[in-house]
């Protein structure tokens, strides 16, 4: 039984042995996470570790903050890492998008390139906003509620790593800005609690296959204090259709259809999306929540160069209703079943999005991808030509490859072999974490074939995740 498996059946409750569907050893990259482990505890001397990467494969910055394991009471008693990438040319930041991963070694690895997503970063940069990856170093013998519980620590950390992002990247606004919550699993468990913790401070919400709040119903965990503000926050309830039933994940579809009917009983803007194709894994609910979290982003951020941070309330009247096992969605003010009973949706958009993704768990898409910009072609002394280049991932399905042309004939794409193994190909691949893999790739491509003096012309296209092209981009010869 996998370590990831095994912290996914303490945080949901149950027992049961067998591994999640889809899931795979990570015994293969062993070497690797084990040099990561070291640095990292080589770090520990330090306390807290800022750094500013620049040399990442997008138009932004990154930062990254450490803080060790605490032995003092009420405080996190786990490592963890917050790495943050800002986009360039913003003056002001008016949010933060947190990715919270789930529980497990596994599950925190995965972590580690949240913030180096671009698809994500591709909905940040839209709305100026930061992307946030946390990364706790939890062993799988521990309790992941450790962490996932943010009353037990890893919330003041959370704003601790906000206020060092905040001094050292000179976004002295990070310190107020609202978030918008992911969560997968136990990052889900995280994003409920906080969101009866800082209300006002969440502009929306993503429960991927968790909640905690079947297990405060329980008291499992202390129930917490629900302020009128948290049913006033969207959020969308994401669990994979095959949890339910299921032996180990049952407790994620149930927590789910819980606390949703429980919270539109309150009259929150809630909804349900269940994913025909998955259990556990993330499949490709980014295609879903990317969009919703752009509708929610546009309806209750405030003014553009507003100095106030206060989140807009959402009017209900506008915004679409549908049954939670439905796959039909109807303006708020057609409805006319038990609105209570109706999950909400924020515009027609995300409404036919919806309907999309619950009976195919996907979105389709019909617009290709901008072309990519900064082709480099450089010639090498002894013969072959690399081709270097930038590339913004397209709004609506994110990056899936790179043809590259050489004098209007196909010569190769990048990467060689598309690989899917949780959802679409992507060309940083798609973990069960909806984090990209390791080793992310580069915009590089070499022409090994090429020799000595000969002039070419290359051309490179960017194929987003529905196979649509971009127009392409040339040089030479």
Known sequence: MS????????????????????????????????????????????????????NAPAAGRYWEVHFDPSTAAGELSLGVTYR???????????????????????????????????????????????????????EDAQNCRLWCDPRNGSRERFLAALDQFASQSGH????????????????????????????????????????AFAVWEKGEIPKPDIPLAAYQIPAMCNPGAKENGDARFSGAWTGAMGMFEAYRAKGAP???????RTAHECGDSRYLAIPFFDSCLALRLPEKGS?????????????????????????????????????????????????????TGAVSDSTPPAAPTDLRVTAKPDGPVELTWNAVADFESGLQMF??????????????????????????????????????????????????????????????SVGLRSPATEQGP
């Open 3 to 54: 370590r990831q498996c095994r912290a996914h059946d303490r945080i949901l409750g149950t027992t049961s042995r067998d591994p999640p569907l889809g899931h795979t050893s990570r015994n293969d990259d062993r070497p690797r996470r084990e040099m990561t482990m070291n640095w990292r505890w080589a770090t520990q001397a330090i306390g807290i570790l800022l750094l500013a990467v620049s």
């Open 84 to 138: 943050l990438w800002i986009p360039d040319g913003v003056a002001r930041l008016r949010g933060v998008i947190v990715h919270q991963h789930g529980c497990g070694s596994g599950a925190c690895h995965g972590g580690e390139t949240a913030a180096y997503d671009l698809h994500w970063q591709a909905l940040a940069k839209k709305w100026d906003c930061a992307l946030l990856g946390p990364s706790y170093q939890q």
């Open 172 to 211: 002295a606004e990070l310190s107020r800005v609202p978030w918008c919550l992911w969560g997968h699993s136990g990052g889900a468990f995280w994003s409920s609690l906080m969101q009866t913790l800082d209300p006002e401070r969440i502009v929306a919400i993503w429960f991927r296959s968790g909640s």
């Open 270 to 276: 809630i909804g349900f999306a269940p994913d025909p």
């Open 307 to 359: 100095e106030s941070q206060q989140l807009k309330p959402v009017d209900l009247q506008q915004g679409w209703l549908a049954l939670p096992l439905a796959d039909h969605a109807q303006p708020a003010a057609e409805f006319q079943g038990a609105v209570a009973a109706a999950g909400w949706l924020p515009d027609q958009r995300v409404a036919k999005a919806w309907e999309e993704y619950v009976k």
């Open 403 to 464: 043809i590259i042309e050489r004098d209007g004939q196909p010569l190769g794409q990048v990467p060689q072999a598309l690989v899917g193994k949780f959802g679409r190909a992507l060309f940083q691949g798609l973990s069960f974490h909806d984090t990209p893999e390791k080793p992310l790739p580069e915009m590089r491509f070499v022409d090994s074939s090429a020799k000595p003096g000969e002039k070419h012309a290359y051309k490179v296209m960017a194929v987003n």
